[in-house]
């Protein structure tokens, strides 16, 4: 038998620019009542980029949240109905500057699974070629090329904390390991 509760009401709390809040009231698989409080997002696109000698490139920027730069692969959010695809393409653009042949989708990460409802979709991305980069306004970053086994070590030594990068990599480092063999 599949677990579930489910949703009797659902009260907004907050709505803003990124993120809707609310506190909803639930019915337990025991028949009791519980309170959940739900962190609505559209989700993010994610995109790995690997040029032709296996370098990655990786975005290095302040995150407010957690008070501290941070590394990560180019990555945004999507808007309401956009497809996560064409979003990963253009944040691709947007961070690095870049365009690419091929991709390979890497799967969904759920971000926090406890109390938010946001989605990463993952890709990877080869084949690049320039193209002009247009941070957004509010956008402050830096791009860094750096070999593959790199960027992997730099997960396993915890430089890298960013989960959907953590996973990006070590996906795709088993995608590479499985074409290889």
């Not at 996560?84 to 390979?104: I, Q, V």
Request: hydrophobic share 40%; aromatic share 8%.
């Amino acid at each position: 038998m599949a677990h579930t509760e489910t949703m009797l009401e659902s009260k907004e709390i907050f709505n803003g620019r990124v993120i809707r809040v609310t506190l909803d009231t639930v019915r337990l698989e025991n028949g009791n009542t519980s309170t959940r409080e739900v962190v609505h997002h559209h989700g993010g696109a994610c995109i790995l980029p690997v040029d032709a000698e296996g370098n990655v490139y990786m975005v290095r920027q302040f995150r407010y949240a957690m008070g501290e730069e941070i590394w990560e692969l180019p990555a945004g959010k999507l808007e309401a109905g956009e497809d996560p695809f064409e979003a990963a393409k253009r944040e691709l653009g947007e961070e690095c500057g870049l365009t690419a042949d091929h991709f390979t989708d890497l799967g969904v990460v759920y971000a926090t699974v406890g109390y938010d409802s946001e989605k990463i979709y993952l890709w990877a991305a080869d084949g690049l070629h320039p193209v002009n980069q247009h941070l957004d306004p509010d956008e402050f970053l830096d791009v860094v090329k750096m070999p593959f086994e790199k960027a992997l070590a730099m997960v396993l030594d915890g430089t890298i904390r960013d989960s959907k990068t953590q996973v990006g990599l070590m996906k795709y480092a088993l995608l590479r390991k499985e074409h290889a063999e």
